[in-house]
C-alpha cells in the first residue's frame, strides 16, 4: 500500500489501537540495523533461529545483516545483508549456514575494538548472539566495552545455560544418543556385553541422565555427582543376579572420574564378569537435522529477540522457561549454570536396572 502524506494520516486517524501501535513500531525502528551471528559450537535449530529472526526483524522494519564465522567474522569484516529470501530453505538444515568459530583472537581487547569499529563502519547498532555460555560471556564482554546492546539466544546440546528451560539443539542431540544407545543394545543384548557410550555436555550431565533415562541404561556417571568403581560393580553384581543379558552405562564426557576408556580398563582390572566395550559418540550428537521441537523453539527465540530489541531489553538472554518466553540479564545467565533436575535424578537411580 503507498499514501501521499495527508491521506497517510486520514488512513492513520481512522486505524484502531493495535494498527496504530504495529504502525507506531514500524516507523520507530526505521533506521534500526542489527547484527546476528552463532558462535561456538553449532547446534540444530541455529538455522531455524536465523531465519525467524531475519523474518521477524523485517516485519518490524529492522535490517539484518549476518555475520559469518562468528565474532571471527566481526574482525574480519565478513559480513552480509540478510532478508526474506536469504534465509528460505535452511529451517530443516543442521549446522548454522552462517558458519561458527570458537575466536581466540576475540579473547584480544585489540581485536575487540577492531570488531566494534567494523560494526560501526557497517551502521549496525545492536548484534544478537546465538550460542552457549562461552559465547555469551564474550558478547557481554563486548558489550560492556563498547557500549552496544546484545541480545542473546541459547543454543547449546548441553542445556546447560541459565535462563532458559531448553537450549536449541539439546533435543535433537539427545534423540541422536537415543537412537545411537538403541542400535548398540542390540548387540550388547546378542553378545551378553557391557558398553560404556560417552555423551558430550561438557561440565553439565543434562544430555548423559536424560539419555540415560530415556534409553534404559542400568548406570550414568556425570560430572555434577561422585563416582567410586565400586558403586558400578555392585550395580553389575545386581544385574547379574537378575540375569540381565546386557548393561549399557552412559558416561558423561565431563565426570570426575575421567574419560570412559580409563573407567573400562580400571573395571577390567578388578571385575571381569562382563565383557566390556567403549563408544564415544562424539561430534554425530551435534549434527543433523533439527527435531520438530527444536525447530520451533529456536523460531519462537528468533521472534523473542526481535520483541526484546524492540522494548530496549538490551544486554538479556531470551529463553522459554514454564513454555513462556522470558528475557533475563546477560551477567545473571553467564554467572549461573542450568542445574541437573533432583527429580529426574532420583528417578533414574529408582528405574535403572
Ligand atoms: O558445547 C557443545 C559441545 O559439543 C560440548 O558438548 C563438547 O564438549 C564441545 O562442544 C566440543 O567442542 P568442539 O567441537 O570444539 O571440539
Not at 551502521?123 to 560492556?144: E, H, K, M, Q, R
Not at 555423551?199 to 539419555?211: E, F, Q, Y
Not at 548406570?219 to 540381565?244: G, M, S, W
Not at 580400571?266 to 527444536?294: C, N, W
Request: proline residues 2%; hydrophobic residues 40%; charged residues 20%.
Amino acid at each position: 500500500m503507498s499514501f501521499s502524506c495527508s491521506s497517510y494520516f486520514i488512513y492513520f486517524s481512522k486505524c484502531d489501537n493495535y494498527t496504530k501501535n504495529f504502525y507506531i513500531c514500524k516507523m520507530a525502528f526505521k533506521n534500526s540495523k542489527t547484527g546476528i551471528l552463532t558462535s561456538g559450537g553449532d547446534a540444530p535449530g541455529m538455522n531455524a533461529a536465523i531465519r525467524s529472526f531475519v523474518r521477524s526483524a523485517e516485519f518490524n522494519n529492522i535490517e539484518v545483516v549476518g555475520i559469518q564465522k562468528g565474532f571471527q567474522g566481526l574482525i574480519e569484516g565478513s559480513f552480509e545483508k540478510l532478508e526474506m529470501r536469504s534465509v528460505s530453505n535452511i529451517l530443516g538444515v543442521g549446522g548454522t549456514f552462517l558458519h561458527s568459530a570458537r575466536s581466540i583472537e576475540f579473547l584480544d581487547k585489540k581485536k575487540r575494538k577492531l570488531a566494534y569499529k567494523n560494526l560501526q563502519s557497517q551502521g549496525i547498532n545492536s548484534l544478537v548472539v546465538i550460542g552457549g555460555n562461552g559465547s555469551l560471556t564474550g558478547a557481554s564482554v563486548f558489550s560492556d566495552e563498547f557500549k552496544i546492546p546484545v541480545i542473546g539466544i541459547p543454543a547449546s546440546i548441553d542445556n546447560d545455560i541459565f535462563g532458559t528451560d531448553f537450549s536449541i539443539g539439546y533435543d535433537t542431540a539427545l534423540q541422536t544418543i537415543v537412537e545411537s544407545v538403541d542400535k548398540i543394545r542390540d548387540t550388547a543384548n546378542s553378545h551378553n556385553r557391557l558398553f560404556f557410550i560417552e555423551v558430550m555436555g561438557r561440565k553439565s550431565g543434562n544430555l548423559a541422565l536424560n539419555a540415560s533415562l530415556a534409553s534404559g541404561a542400568c548406570f550414568v556417571i556425570l560430572p555434577e555427582k561422585d563416582f567410586q568403581l565400586i558403586d558400578l560393580i555392585k550395580r553389575l553384581e545386581e544385574n547379574k543376579k537378575r540375569k540381565k543379558e546386557s548393561s549399557i552405562v552412559i558416561v558423561a564426557e565431563g565426570n570426575n572420574y575421567g574419560p570412559s576408556y580409563k573407567i573400562a580398563e580400571d573395571l577390567r582390572k578388578v571385575y571381569s564378569a562382563y565383557e566390556s566395550k567403549v563408544t564415544i559418540l562424539g561430534h554425530i550428537q551435534r549434527g543433523g537435522k533439527p527435531s520438530p521441537f527444536d525447530r520451533i523453539l529456536a523460531s519462537q527465540l528468533g521472534m523473542a529477540a526481535v520483541e526484546a530489541l524492540k522494548l530496549k531489553k538490551y544486554n538479556s538472554l531470551v529463553g522459554l522457561v514454564n513454555n513462556i518466553l522470558i528475557t533475563s540479564p546477560i551477567s545473571d545467565v553467564i554467572n549461573s549454570t542450568n542445574n541437573l533436575s533432583n527429580d529426574l535424578y532420583r528417578l533414574n537411580k529408582i528405574i535403572s536396572r
